[in-house]
């Protein structure tokens, strides 16, 4: 037998699949039927794939299981996937009642000859606490009735205190009401869950994605690009490397759940020098670290930790740190790195705005900084109070209206320029760099918000934005839009686009904007494909356009909008803020 964590229990409530006659009418939008079997299906190519990948970093239990699997009954291999695939490690017999599997115990049988699956594992009060309605607690335990009127978790905490040790199903029933045996009904835990969730990881060399990807990849939900990949693209080259990643994992997980700092440095891993991609996140850790103890008030190891730490943001915190401990010598000399070799624009213009202060601390005179622009703006007043819609479309309405001058607006906020870019480039960043495609469900690059990720594919970009220079720019991305239209891309909404809206931006938008505008993005893919205008204004007839950022009432402009806007100015483009107000109505 054997005690699990409570963590890992699973939530019957939430945790039901739906069926695919479900799936078809989620939304109104219909989605094909799947096969019955359609998750056993995904979870062999899962297999496959780890054996063709890494059969030479795998473990002899990792290897076992990957053979023996095939060997065992359809029903028995259908009934373990569909307990992998679900939250938790503990399921109670009656939901695991599946048409296409059958009689339950049957199929479970050989998974418990294999130990891969205990009919008998040990519970804690907090397990049952998971797997029971809170009816079911009461009469479980035999409880007086006056525990109705309490809300669950506080019930919970009353019978953790009473009831310390752990027991099987069918032993804490016998404490009260015979609730399991009685009605044949038993609870399985999923032993071999810890080799699974490491081949998921594995396969997706990452912990966000699961696998319901699979299931919205059939359902045609989401399309994704295919990327040729060879051996080099595997996420992992060592076993090592696996044992790292899944040490982070763990680290940040214990994080979360609020370990003391000091034990969790402990644990942290040493730096990586095989994987690139690997040290980032470890290097994201360290971050994350340094910034709770920054928040605990420890500031002394926080910037110790920034210090170390290559993270974006690091040096920037490092600096409000230096200025906290009224170190302006300090900060003075990080400012200096950072103006000299400034990792993003958002460090740039945080150094251009702490650096007066700390001169004045310092009694030095300050090399005057060239003052940002002025934004070009307009007010509009509304009568009335305000109402519940977004302030944007109230003024797409109100400019649609008001100014009759055969001009179209359009709310677009990061939709446009991006989607523009990323319908030029689309085959630089697809490119099949190595390491950045371990899948067929990847969204974009695993380095898209990298420091390397334009230095890594340089050759390909400068190819795509040669299209700008030759004008057959227009053509190639009317051909990307349909050719691609519907697949998954980072710089792609392909709900804020439509064959209008693209048409109009290309016939009003200068080519030297649209060049500048993609190369204000490739300086960093992370930061820079956010904060561009709201609204986007035609005059098809001119061939004209000028963009709109709105802000209501207390609104104020954001750090990255203001740095777009002012980039925005400095190559002479039509960009303009609009103030929205209301005014009580007079009676």
Partial sequence: MRALNPSHLSDESRDREAT??????????????????????????????????????????????????????????????RMVMRRGELFRQAKLNYAEIGETVTAAAPLIMLKWVTDRPLMTIRHLHGLLTKEELIRCLKLPRRYAAWRKPELAMMLEAQF??????????????????????????????????????????????????????????????????????????????????????????????????????????????????????????????AREYERAGENVKALAMYLQCSYRGARTRAIRLKA??????????????????????????????VLPRIYRKLKTECQAEKPSPDIPGFEIVFHGTPSAGAVE?????????????????????????TALFGLLCWPAVFAPVSGAFFHDFHHGPVDLESAHFYRRRKGEFDECLSHLDSGAYKKVIWEVFKGKLGIQSPFVRWHHL????????????????????????????????AGFPDLVQFYPEQGKYRMIEVKGPGDRLQDNQRRLLEYCLSHRMPVELCWVSWRPSRG
């Fill in 498 to 529: 439509d064959k209008t809206l693209l048409q109009w931006a290309l016939d009003c938008f200068p080519v030297a904007h649209l060049r500048a505008w993609f190369e204000w993005i490739l300086r960093d893919c992370r930061e820079n494909r």
């Fill in 324 to 353: 906290k401990a009224k170190d302006w010598e300090g900060a003075l000399r990080l400012s200096a790195l950072a103006k000299e070799s400034p990792e993003s624009e958002a460090e740039l213009q945080h150094v251009r705005r």
């Fill in 393 to 417: 479309y109230q003024v797409v309405e109100h400019l649609g209206r008001e100014l009759a001058d055969c001009s179209t607006v359009r709310y677009v906020e990061n939709g446009l320029i």
């Fill in 20 to 81: 695919p006659n479900e799936r078809v009418s989620t939304g109104g939008r219909r989605f094909p039927e799947l096969a019955p079997f359609y998750y056993l299906k995904n979870f062999e190519l899962v297999l496959s794939t780890i054996l063709e990948r890494y059969s030479d970093l795998l473990l002899p239990d990792e290897l076992r299981f990957i053979r023996q699997f095939p060997l065992l009954a359809l029903e028995s291999r259908a009934l373990l996937v």
């Fill in 164 to 289: 310390k040790e752990p027991r099987c199903f069918e032993d804490w029933n016998s404490v009260g009401y015979p609730l399991g045996n009685a009605c044949g009904e038993c609870v399985y835990a999923l032993l071999i869950a810890p080799v699974c969730e490491r081949f998921r990881l594995m396969f997706f060399g990452n912990d966000r994605q699961s696998w319901t990807e699979f299931v919205t990849a059939d359902l045609g939900v989401f399309r994704y690009e295919k990327v040729q990949r060879s051996l080099q693209s595997r996420a992992f080259q060592t076993r090592a490397q696996i044992e790292v990643f899944q040490r982070i994992q763990e680290c940040r997980e214990l994080l979360r759940e609020g370990m003391p700092l000091d034990e969790l440095m402990s644990i942290v891993p040493l730096a990586i020098e095989d994987s690139e991609w690997l040290e980032e996140r470890r290097q994201k850790l360290c971050f994350l670290i």
